[in-house]
């Protein structure tokens, strides 16, 4: 199991920005495919973006295409989502996981507390 520690949220006004960071001293961090999720107030956890392992391949939620943007830093263990153009409906707390290589919308280990981020209108 790998522990993953959000950060980075925080309350920000419609049109605003935020960078979400997701880390671990996981020593093999390079070789697991990863994801960020969501959960808004009263709704089902969702798939939000993900960036796989090997090739670097990123898919995204079709309503934050274009807006958001996953990445990563192996050498600092670490996993970014830059949200740009931030709305209401982004309201939500994120959480990072390892996703399935070939199902990357599918988390793999146990969630962490998440990050909560507040989009105001």
């Known amino acids: 199991q790998v522990h993953l520690v959000e950060s980075g949220g925080g309350l920000v006004q419609t049109g605003g920005s935020l960078r979400l960071s997701c880390t671990t001293s996981e020593p093999t961090f390079n070789v697991y495919s990863l994801g960020w999720f969501r959960q808004a107030p009263g709704k089902d956890r969702e798939f939000v973006a993900a960036?796989?392992?090997?090739?670097?391949?990123?898919t995204y939620l079709d309503s934050v295409k274009g807006r958001f943007t996953i990445s990563r830093d192996n050498a600092e263990n670490t996993l970014y989502l830059q949200m740009n153009s931030l709305t209401p409906e982004d309201t939500a707390v994120y959480y990072c996981?390892?996703?399935?290589?070939?199902?990357?919308?599918?988390?793999?280990?146990?969630w962490g507390q998440g990050t909560l981020v507040t989009v105001s209108s």
């Open positions: 960036i796989n392992w090997s090739d670097g391949h990123t």
């Open positions: 996981n390892t996703v399935s290589n070939n199902r990357p919308s599918l988390p793999l280990d146990a």
